[in-house]
């Protein structure tokens, strides 16, 4: 066999993430106030592009190739919703962009009278014209620390150690580091420093410069006034009290079951993390994605939430008045690729649109009875399921489901919620839910009495009986996942309480 060069032409098919396919999966995956973000950038860099509204100019249109227009149409996910061929009318999106779907509340001059400050939710202006709304930040647990420093501490040299020990805490307020390591960083010796550390425990709140959290719940109880000889001899046995061994902690303690109830409600009521209260993100509200109402007739009505739906439209007339006057070749090619990428995001949003009701009107016919009875008749649910019958693949309803929202009469979901695996049924009946299964074990453990507290043996056996086939170290699995104690320590708890309430 002998080996020489030779030329070779063959045919291949490869799949190519271009720059669009890449934005049209980014956009699918982006939370409302992601996309929000990504929609102003486009506005900023694209003159091509404009937010939709009612009085936009007649030479604003939706790109050529873009998907029709249906902004009024929604899907009906009731008995019949579903049967035959109507799945495949969700093609279709519910609500798509469209410059004329935006409607605007009018106020009324009555209606603002006597509450000026209506005026400034109405697009008018503030009362007081001087009058500029700041938002406020609130301070932080090292600006907290750092005045009370300058202020309570004369001392100078005192008072740069302290300021150190200060950028030494942790967010919790715990004062991590090595001794040893510290006084070789500050040049003191070992009582010094706690001389320092000691002082700047009194700062507030109680409990910051800790450097445990028996320490920690000590100082909250001294700043109370609470810290006793049984209360001490409580935090040097915290093992026990996880462990919930009365019977050893009232021995130990030397107090009665009803003393050490008391004890351990004030303990309850210490905060671990003192410094966690600043330095906290803001609550932000959640804005569903996807909006679901009982439709008078037995089924569920299922539309996007308008609010979440950013509004653009491609402007034509900018693009041919700019066309026209330029000259430059340069400029033109400019401005072809900035149409081609305007009509490609209104493409991509309205497919995003499209796909998030696609997905939502199969998990609400699949979850019929979690919307009507609760978490307790949740069915299995996979990705591959939702793929399978949508026609995408199993990563595209990943990405859809990622932090997006479902509002229901029964509260708001996270789209992730309504997949759950699935547990064989042992009667050969149809599988049981995972979240479903944890609910019931919850629900048959608060059902206890300080006779009747159920191992998790007895837990399969119930379960088994009840046509669910599950293992004993699934059982043990799901109740650790809940935070819930074993038997044992269930036991105890509940003696406990029956005998202080005695």
């Known amino acids: 066999m002998s080996l020489a060069p030779r030329l070779d032409l063959r045919t291949t098919q490869t799949l190519i993430m271009t720059p669009q396919l890449m934005q049209a999966i980014k956009l699918l995956q982006l939370t409302n106030l992601e996309l929000s973000a990504v929609i102003d950038r486009e506005l900023e860099e694209n003159p091509l592009l404009e937010r939709a509204d009612n009085d936009v100019d007649e030479g604003a249109d939706a790109p050529d190739d873009a998907l029709p227009d249906r902004s009024g149409d929604v899907v009906e996910a009731g008995t019949e919703g579903f049967e035959g061929e109507a799945l495949a009318d969700l093609d279709v999106p519910a609500s798509a962009i469209d410059p004329e779907g935006e409607t605007r509340q009018d106020v009324s001059a009555e209606a603002l009278a006597g509450d000026p400050w209506r005026t400034v939710g109405a697009g008018g202006n503030l009362p007081d014209e001087g009058f500029e709304p700041t938002e406020t930040r609130p301070p932080s647990l090292r600006d907290h620390l750092i005045e009370q420093i300058r202020l309570g501490f004369a001392d100078d040299a005192t008072r740069v150690v302290a300021l150190y020990l200060v950028d030494c ?63 001490r001899q409580l935090l040097a ?73 950013p509004k653009v439209l491609v402007n034509r007339g900018i693009y041919q008045t700019a066309v026209h006057a330029s000259r430059n070749p340069d400029d033109k090619a400019y401005l072809s690729e900035r149409l081609q990428a305007a009509n490609w995001l209104v493409k991509s949003l309205d497919q995003r649109a499209n796909t998030i009701l696609r997905v939502a009107a199969v998990i609400v016919k699949q979850q019929r009875g979690f919307l009507e009875h609760g978490i307790s008749q949740l069915k299995p649910l996979t990705l591959k399921m939702v793929a399978d019958e949508i026609g995408i693949h199993e990563s595209t309803v990943s990405r859809v489901t990622a932090n997006k ?37 919850r629900l048959m453990i608060e059902a206890e009495g300080a006779d009747s507290v159920l191992s998790d043996d007895q837990i399969v056996k119930q379960l088994k009986a009840d046509g669910v086939d599950i293992a004993r170290r699934t059982v043990a699995k799901y109740r650790e996942a809940m935070h819930i104690p074993s038997s044992v320590q269930r036991r105890r708890e509940k003696l406990h309480a029956q005998r202080t309430s005695s």
């Open 169 to 231: 805490l942790d967010p919790d307020g715990y004062l991590r580091d090595d001794p040893d390591d510290l006084c070789r960083r500050l040049g003191l010796d070992a009582d010094g420093l706690n001389a320092v550390i000691e002082r700047c425990q009194g700062l507030d709140p109680a409990g910051v410069f800790a450097r445990d959290l028996t320490e920690c719940l000590a100082l909250q109880l001294a700043d109370a006034g609470c810290l006793d000889g049984p209360m």
């Open 237 to 309: 046995n915290l093992e026990l009290v996880a462990r919930r061994d009365f019977v050893a902690l009232e021995r130990t303690c030397a107090v009665d079951g009803r003393q050490l109830a008391e004890m351990l409600a004030e303990l309850k009521a210490l905060d671990p993390r003192p410094g966690r209260r600043f330095d906290s993100e803001p609550v932000r509200a959640i804005v569903p994605d996807v909006l679901v109402m009982p439709d008078g007739e037995g089924g569920f009505r299922i539309e996007l939430n308008s609010e979440t739906l």
């Open 405 to 441: 929202y479902l509002a229901c009469p029964r509260g708001l979901f996270e789209l992730k919620t309504f997949f759950s695996a699935a547990i064989a049924a042992s009667d050969g009946n149809e599988a049981h839910s995972t979240a479903a299964v944890r609910h019931r074990i």
